[in-house]
């Protein structure tokens, strides 16, 4: 079964992330849309935020952990608050930041690189200890091909760009349903 989501479901979503930055910056509880039955299912997640076209914070839940709405909340936090290569999200940023999500599917082994479909798939590189993961629009937005995709996730799991050429490197891959706020307001 494909796993989608309504547009009521996304705008659920995007504001339950909004709610959750806003009641730790603020300081006071949050307005939070009562979820539907369908986005309490387990499902991994990341919430990326930009101000203009400059990334402000990305972090997420592979793994299916927790419902979908709960992971929307936690990881909107930590993508403000806790992502190491940028300063918690300021007060006077809020109201700049956008939104967006990506729901994913479950990770699945590949064996070949030609299962990969540059923006349909994202791809999570694994060699020994070290792991990275690029979500989908990574590729798009970069216009990079398919091996410039696997060499970027190599870097990003802090290995040689080439490490997915290596027999004991595991590549895994999965696809995400990606909204953001700018989406559904150009939508209305």
């Known amino acids: 079964m494909e796993f989608t989501l309504s547009d009521k479901e996304k705008k659920i979503l995007l504001t339950t992330a909004r709610e959750s930055i806003g009641e730790h910056l603020f300081n006071q509880p949050g307005n939070y849309p009562e979820p539907t039955r369908h ?6 997640a990341f919430v990326t935020l930009h101000i203009g076209s400059a990334l402000r914070g990305c972090i997420g839940y592979v793994i299916p952990v927790k419902p979908l709405y709960e992971t929307v909340k936690d990881v909107a936090v930590s993508s403000a608050f806790q992502d190491p290569r940028f300063p918690p999200l300021r007060r006077d940023e809020f109201d700049r930041i956008e939104i967006e999500i990506s729901a994913l599917s479950p990770l699945s082994k590949i064996t070949d690189i030609s299962e ?6 994202g791809i999570m590189i694994k060699r020994g200890f070290s792991s990275g993961l690029l979500l989908p629009q990574v590729a798009t937005e970069q216009n990079w091909d398919l091996e410039t995709f696997l060499t970027n996730t190599c870097y990003k799991a802090g290995l040689n760009g080439n490490c997915w050429k290596q027999s004991d490197t595991e590549i895994e891959i999965f696809s995400a349903i990606v909204f953001s706020e700018k989406e559904l307001q150009e939508a209305k």
Do not use: A
Not at 116 to 121: A, D, N, P, S
């Open 39 to 44: 986005i309490m299912t387990k499902c991994g």
């Open 116 to 121: 990969i479909k540059v923006g349909l798939h």
